[in-house]
């Protein structure tokens, strides 16, 4: 038997091996082939994978993961993990479900975590066809003064804009149709670092026999760090839910 210089070390016989002992040569040249390829595949379980170990020549069986997890790098090998939420762009932060209620608070949403929010509402049913405002907290407690908007209004047949600098809220023209599915969302920056928080809002609904659309922008004349909020209805009441999701930074 001669012994090459091979990638794996193959044992392989020579021709002269080959008229004198050709069963046994290729018995150990085989057992050599099958022994690498083993190494090179130690899988045992569908779904298994092989990683490049510190030994040459040799491979590294990890087992399936389990259903959500996915593949990261732990100590330098692949590992399989649970995905985390902060590795998304935009994350759930908290949602709140409220029935036949005229104001809601939402508390301790806002942190250093994030800079910029987004707050969505969903409503399914009013009464007494209300606006909602929004007030800011702070541990607990509503924020009623240093309030600007500039808003405009789209529906079926008027175009609309106003100022204000006296609000003690931030607040939206047009109602919340009963009998309709109504969304609007507040976008959101700097809530929590004691800066100047602005906003930008969006509200739609099916109101007044056509589709009608708000876009307002807010500013608050003041530079305080936020933890929470509470909407606030004109009149009437609201069932739906409120959502708060954060932006990676």
């Known amino acids: ?55 040459a020549n040799t491979n590294t069986r990890l087992g399936i993961g389990t259903t ?25 932060i908290n949602t709140t479900s409220f029935s036949a209620v005229s104001s809601q608070s939402v508390n301790d949403v806002f942190s250093a975590t994030y800079d910029n929010y987004v707050i969505k509402f969903n409503t399914t049913t009013a009464s007494g066809n209300p606006y909602i405002h929004l007030r800011m907290r702070v541990s607990g407690t509503d924020t009623i003064t240093g309030y600007c908007k500039q808003n405009f209004q789209v529906d079926n047949t008027t175009t609309l804009g106003a100022r204000t600098t006296t609000d003690t809220a931030f607040n939206f023209v047009g109602y919340i149709a009963s009998g309709f599915n109504n969304a609007f969302d507040f976008n959101l920056q700097n809530p929590f670092p004691a800066l100047r928080t602005s906003a930008v809002g969006i509200w739609m609904t099916g109101a007044d026999g056509g589709p009608e659309v708000n876009l307002a922008a807010w500013g608050l004349n003041n530079a305080t760090s936020y933890t929470g909020f509470t909407f606030i209805t004109s009149t009437g009441n609201v069932t739906g839910s409120v959502s708060v999701y954060g932006y990676k930074k």
């Open 1 to 55: 038997m001669a012994n090459p210089t091979t990638n794996y070390g193959f044992v392989l016989p020579t021709a002269t091996d080959l008229v004198t002992d050709l069963p046994a040569d290729f018995d150990v040249a085989l057992q050599g082939v099958d022994t690498r390829l083993k190494a090179l595949q130690p899988g045992t379980t569908l779904g298994d994978l092989a990683y490049s170990s510190a030994t």
């Open 68 to 92: 959500g997890q996915v593949l990261k790098v732990v100590g330098g090998v692949p590992a399989w993990a649970a995905i985390s939420a902060d590795t998304n762009d935009f994350v759930l």
